[in-house]
Structures are given as structure tokens and as C-alpha cells.
């Protein structure tokens, strides 16, 4: 039984393969997108998919992992993905950038909203972002709520889970860690 949903969930997801470009990792967009978790129903007349129990979301360099997650898709075959962490637990993503070394950046919230036709990924509540060169972390943002567009890679924070900022709605935090400095050069004829 396990066998068969496995098959028919990745049969009935396939269709994340068809994603768009992207300057996260380009590579992605070209991958199947593997999905398991511990139960699965599919509505193929609404084009729903409910996912619950370790809930592990794989598309090439792509990773998300919740307690549940609810898949829909558009005509076009578009999917946007809602990912629920389990109580006192977060969801999360981890995906590698585009450019030179080994880029990543990885993110988590009590909800993650995922739309692969956007390639936006939004975190609300207890959210944090975090790009990293390798192991060394470059950048971290907190916040009620963090967007993060991966095409353009660029990410806004906001202090409230609704996804704007307002008057009494706390801050938001950012720490950016200081890029190596190159060695200075000698001034012509100054050897």
C-alpha cells in the first residue's frame, strides 16, 4: 500500500518538473520533483494534493520538509506548495543559488508558501532566512515574515505574519557578515 501512493503521488506531481527559469539554481528547474511523506490523498478533478506526516519535498537541489503540505495546481500546471510545520517545530527549505563556489540559502517558518511559478518562496511566523557560502554564513534575516524571490535573489522582511509591516508589529533583524577585503596593491613605482 505504502508502494502504491508512493507511485501515484510522484505520478500525480510529476508535473513540478515543468518549472521555470530561475537564478536559484537553473538546474532545478529541469528536475522531477520527488515527494514523500507518511500519508497522501489526491484529488485529480481539483488538482489537490494533501501530503501529511515527514513531509519531504525533493527537486534537485530544491529541499522542503514539513509535517503536512497542501499542493494545488493551476490550468496552466503552475503549483503552489503550503508547508505546515508540526507543533513546536519550523518548515523548512534549503536551495542552492546560481554563481560562482557553493552558494545556498535555507529558510524557516511555522508556514512556507512556495509558488514555482514566481519561484517566490514566503515564510511566515518565527521566520529566518539565511545565505551561506559553503559552511560560512553570509547573511541572516528574522522576522514575522521573510519573502524571498529566487530569480531576482532578493528577499524582504516585514514584522508581521500578514506579510506587512506595522506601527506596533515589533522589528525585524539582519545581520551581514563583512566581505574579505583584497590585499592592497602598491602604488605604481612605491616598491
Known sequence: MKNVLLLTLLSTVCSLAVMGPAHAEKADSEKEAVITAQRGQVDDVKQVRTLTGDVVLVKGTLTMKAGRALITEDPQGYQFITFW??????????QK???????????????????NKTEVVKLFSKAKLTRLEGTKVTDVANGAFISYDSRKEVFKMENSDSGTSTPDGGSVRMVIQPKPKAPATPAPGKN
Open 85 to 94: 510545520a508540526d507543533p513546536g517545530k519550523l518548515a523548512t527549505f534549503r
Open 97 to 115: 543559488r546560481d554563481g560562482a563556489g557553493d552558494l545556498w540559502v535555507e529558510g524557516e517558518a511555522e508556514r512556507v508558501e512556495y509558488d
